[in-house]
């Protein structure tokens, strides 16, 4: 019974850390659960709809998407300057409207040309729309909790998309056109859903349309101050390269477990399914390090050096039996997903840190920039290592890791003695 107590006190403690508290931050929290939750729809089942339901080849389904995908990098930087301008609320809601049109103009093509303009349409939206978020973020929970709120998001992020996921399966498992449309469309749904929830939130004083610096800033919203701020470019291609841990678990380690060890197939959902239930659990908790610049920095050497020795982990678990390189895959697995924690709380700790006052949409679509090539040249990197070079390739992988992870604390305090030699003192 003692027992008992005390797992239900420590799961009530757990609840009361990942639950955002009432108001602005837990809508905030309701906003990312209906977003995943569409975004598991929709990405579970979008590869069998593009080819099957629509009737694009796979290659050429491929070809549209990284089109789109560079399609959102040029646009994201704009969009931030834009909100900056005009509220994060705003733009975001025009975003989750423009959104709805696109998934459900996705019902409506018949060929290659029309999939590529849809396909970058969104693209633009969904690679802007995390700016966006972060942005708000900052705007409706202040300095003292975003970090914080962005950690508890990111857990109930995992949460909706297991369930998205699930639901989508379904539909892939009823094997219908009407069934795929169905997840399309209930994706479009729940974008209209997204805006009735922003429609619900508060901005505090001065955090409105045209209340920061950067709406007196000239040169429209094409040209980007936060583009010329190398160093803090620099910092984040570095945060957004350790961020290839996405697609060393989505591309890499499934192509690695298939191809070079003995362990069984099934292992590529187990480890997916840890990883992602390891993050709602402990995402907010390993946050709290990093709500500093210099503690982000010192916990993205972190970052670097657990996901490094995963791959080393990894890279020992071919050719040992099944049951061996079962459980290294497990050991490695569990390393990576604590960079992974690391390397997420670092991310918003610097994004949100390094970036002056009243110019967040600006900024975080500059540090959105590192995660868009990491999302472009993440899958080939991934094969080409891993597939191609096998145990070379993971120590290859291992040493990119650890150097980013070593470069990211000097270029963070080179950033901020630049800024503190510019920036005037207060009054």
């Keep these: 019974m003692a027992e008992e107590r005390r797992y239900g006190a420590v799961l009530r403690a757990w609840f009361r850390e990942t639950l955002p508290a009432a108001g602005n931050a837990r809508r905030l929290g309701v906003l990312t659960l209906i977003q995943s939750l569409g975004l598991g729809v929709f990405l579970t089942s979008s590869a069998v709809f593009f080819t099957r339901t629509i009737g694009i080849p796979a290659q050429r389904v ?8 560079l399609c959102g990098l040029l646009c994201t930087v704009p969009i931030g300057r834009l909100a900056d301008r005009l509220g994060a609320g705003r733009v975001l809601t025009v975003n989750f409207l423009l959104a709805a049109v696109g ?4 019902c409506l093509v018949d060929g290659f040309a029309a999939f590529l303009a849809v396909a970058c349409a969104i693209a633009v939206l969904e690679t802007s729309a995390g700016a966006l978020q972060a942005s708000l973020t900052d705007a409706l929970v202040g300095e003292a909790e975003r970090v914080r709120v962005s950690a508890q998001m990111r857990s109930l992020f995992n949460l909706g998309f297991l369930g998205g996921a699930a639901l989508a399966g379904a539909a892939i498992a009823a094997g219908t056109s009407t069934a795929l449309y169905a997840t399309v469309l209930a994706n479009a749904a729940l974008q209209l859903v997204s805006v009735a929830v922003l429609l619900g939130m508060r901005l505090p004083a001065g955090a409105g349309p045209r209340a920061t610096a950067a709406a007196e800033a000239p040169g429209g919203v094409l040209r980007s101050a936060a583009l010329r701020d190398v160093r803090y470019v620099a ?16 591309v890499g380690l499934p192509l690695w477990i298939v191809t070079g060890t003995d362990a069984p197939a099934l292992l590529v959902s187990g480890l997916l399914i840890l990883d992602t239930v390891l993050v709602l659990l402990f995402q907010v908790a390993v946050s709290k390090g990093a709500r500093t610049p210099a503690g982000a920095a010192r916990m ?3 970052a670097g050096w657990a996901l490094g020795a995963s791959c080393l982990v990894f890279a020992v678990s071919g050719g040992h039996g099944a049951l061996l390189d079962s459980a290294a895959l497990l050991g490695g697995a569990l390393v990576l997903v604590l960079g992974e924690l690391y390397q997420a709380s670092a991310s918003w700790g610097l994004s949100f840190g390094l970036a002056p006052a009243g110019r967040q949409g600006e900024y975080q679509a500059v540090f959105s920039l ?5 999302q472009f040249a993440g899958p080939w990197l991934m094969t080409s290592l891993v597939v191609g070079a096998a145990g070379t390739g993971w120590l290859v992988l291992a040493a990119l890791f650890a150097l980013l992870g070593l470069a990211a604390p000097p270029l963070v305090r080179g950033l901020e003695r630049a800024r503190a030699r510019t920036e005037p003192a207060p009054a």
């Design 235 to 250: 910092v984040a291609l570095v945060c957004g390269a350790l961020e290839l841990y996405h697609p060393l678990l989505t």
């Design 62 to 69: 491929g070809l549209a998407l990284s089109v789109a995908g």
């Design 103 to 106: 998934f459900t103009a996705y």
């Design 370 to 374: 590192g995660r868009g090539f990491q």
């Design 300 to 302: 993205l050497r972190w």
